[in-house]
């Protein structure tokens, strides 16, 4: 358990903010916000498209999963790679590999040749490479700050990702409505020059890995040992799941709703997806800077039960302006939840498996949502997109009042390394 006593924690929005006085989380935090915005323009066009050639909530939740899943079969390779090569030129070579994916995504469409099953395919590429690039990416901000500084680093990083998901699908929505698909796609293909440009200027030191040795899968087999011994990280597995299998694919029926259930257009469809990423990125210096002294298990527990809530209220929702601001509920929600597993499995882990440790929980997480929307995409066009959403988030909150009063589960949040006493304070959550 976690002790209460002691010196009251720092709150506060020069707290929240302290990671940007560092140099190279600073360049790399505003790269990736650039790219990450032109990825979220790409995210909303292309089940749009589709399901404006097709009319299929079925290839909706297809496309969504053809993005995600082969995550998880190179998850062990992207993990044993960023535990064994420098983090930062791994990144390099993944970012310029998912720019021309980008650019030929741009060219399919601009020739003409923008087939769901092309659409489809070049997505489920990016997915491969992006199962590479995500382990690395989530180990890397480890290296941009000082230990101290590392749950608003982590935080800070979930509140970029939330803002290019609050700007990106409402840029993407108005170039979609105005210029067309092919705009959405170039601009995407372009953004990736900041992030890039932004690895090019950081300046890490190398990491020396303890044992480098050994094949993908022992390692990978290493990694799931290592978790299997920390209760903490596998609860947060554990949860991460859940979200992702539960609440994460109305991010994808998004277009469902927009088009059948609320009549709107482009533009408002990309306000829609918007207003997630825009309540996630108001909810993160809320949880950095005023957090501080709150049990890790309190925060995620009640999140949970807000950002289930949120979505049943946004699937009953009479009218599309009370749908956007549920929806932007459930993403402060999401935020919550998410940022504090992802601090929580941060400060457990050590150094030498950080990368895949990290890659078996995007793997738990980039397996659950796939299949989730899947299954969630098939149901909305028999049973409806209402019904659908509706009853996966009541399982939601009826699985988190579980863990809630389930007594030692979610308190395995709120325990800190072994010899570290610093880091088994209550501390803010941090971003996934």
């Known amino acids: 358990m976690v002790s209460t006593d002691g010196p009251v924690a720092e ?11 560092y140099r190279n989380f600073s ?6 916000l650039v790219s990450n915005i032109g990825t979220w323009m790409q995210n909303v066009t292309v089940p749009y498209v589709i399901y ?35 983090r930062r030129r791994l990144l390099m070579l993944t970012q310029v590999a998912m720019a021309l994916v980008a650019f030929a995504l741009w060219a399919a469409w601009a020739a003409g040749a923008g087939r769901p099953g092309v659409l489809i395919a070049l997505v489920g590429v990016n997915g491969v490479i992006g199962g590479l ?32 998901r609050a700007f990106g699908p409402a840029i993407g929505g108005v170039v979609l409505g105005t210029l067309g698909a092919g705009a959405a796609f170039l601009v995407n293909a372009l953004s990736f020059g900041a992030v890039i440009a932004a690895l090019a200027l950081v300046r890490v030191p190398v990491i020396v890995h303890a044992d480098a040795s050994g094949g993908v899968l022992r390692r990978f087999r290493e990694g799931l040992a290592y978790v299997r011994s920390r209760p903490g990280i596998a609860v947060c597995i554990l949860v991460v799941t859940g979200v992702a299998a539960l609440g994460m694919p109305v991010i994808q029926l998004a277009a469902v709703f927009a088009e059948d259930v609320f009549g709107v257009g482009a533009g408002a ?5 918007g207003a997630l990423g825009f309540g996630g990125a108001l909810a993160a210096p809320v949880v950095t800077g005023w957090a501080a002294g709150v049990r890790r298990s309190r925060l995620a527990g009640f999140a949970l039960v807000g950002y289930g809530l949120a979505l049943v ?21 999401f935020l919550t939840v998410v940022s504090t597993l992802n601090t929580t499995v941060q400060l457990l882990v050590d150094e030498d ?8 929980y995007i793997m738990a997480f980039t397996a659950a949502y796939p299949v989730g929307t899947l299954v969630q995409g098939w149901i909305a066009d028999h049973a409806g997109p209402r019904a659908t959403v509706t009853v996966a988030a009541t399982v ?17 949040l709120d325990h800190g390394p072994p010899g570290d006493a610093a880091a088994a304070q209550p501390a803010p959550a941090d971003a996934p």
């Open 11 to 21: 709150r506060g929005l020069r707290v929240a903010l302290a990671a940007f006085r």
């Open 27 to 32: 360049l790399f935090w505003t790269g990736a």
């Open 52 to 86: 404006q050639m097709t009319g299929s909530a079925s290839l909706v939740g297809l496309t969504g999963f053809v993005q995600f899943v082969p995550v998880v079969f190179v998850g062990p390779l992207g993990g044993s790679l960023a535990d064994r090569f420098p």
């Open 133 to 164: 690039n995500i382990p690395a990416w989530q180990a890397f901000v480890s290296e941009l700050v000082p230990r101290q500084h590392l749950l608003g680093a982590v935080t800070l990083n979930s509140a970029q990702f939330n803002a290019a």
């Open 269 to 273: 469809y990309g306000l829609l997806t």
């Open 313 to 333: 209220l946004f699937a009953q929702a009479p009218s599309f302006p009370l749908a956007v601001v549920a929806i932007a509920m459930a993403g402060a929600g």
């Open 353 to 360: 498996v950080r990368g895949r440790v990290m890659a078996i």
């Open 396 to 412: 939601l909150v009826v699985a988190a009042l579980w863990l809630l009063t389930r007594r030692g589960l979610l308190e395995r």
